[in-house]
């Protein structure tokens, strides 16, 4: 296990893990919240409602605590900080569409 935790304590593991962990963190929103509609009508009602689009977000990056909390507690400090920098890389969108458009 400590060779595994060497290969994969790279930043930019984390920081690919927190480009696409949202995206598990969005499919997770679907399946507790609309399962009741298909998920490309979820996607174009989303799309078409622009005050919709920083929450997602902001709830879709929910996920990324799981890598983060598994990076800190497998003592992969780097994985850790780069998810911390995915995370943050998405900062911009969330602030552009709470307050921009």
């Given at each position: ?5 060497v290969?994969?304590?790279r ?7 927190g480009?696409?962990?949202?995206l ?22 989303i799309?078409?409602s622009?005050s ?7 709830v879709s ?5 799981v ?7 497998f003592?992969m400090?780097r994985?850790?900080?780069g998810?911390?920098g ?7 969108f969330?602030?552009y ?5």
């Amino acid at each position: 296990m400590e060779g595994l935790n060497v290969r994969l304590d790279r930043m930019w593991i984390g920081l690919l893990l927190g480009l696409i962990g949202p995206l598990f963190g969005f499919l997770a929103f679907y399946l507790f919240t609309s399962t009741h509609m298909p998920l490309e009508n979820f996607i174009r009602f989303i799309k078409n409602s622009s005050s919709t689009h920083s929450a997602i977000i902001s709830v879709s990056l929910i996920f990324n605590l799981v890598f983060f909390f598994a990076g800190t507690r497998f003592n992969m400090l780097r994985l850790a900080q780069g998810v911390i920098g995915g995370t943050l890389l998405y900062a911009p969108f969330i602030i552009y569409f709470k307050y921009v458009s």
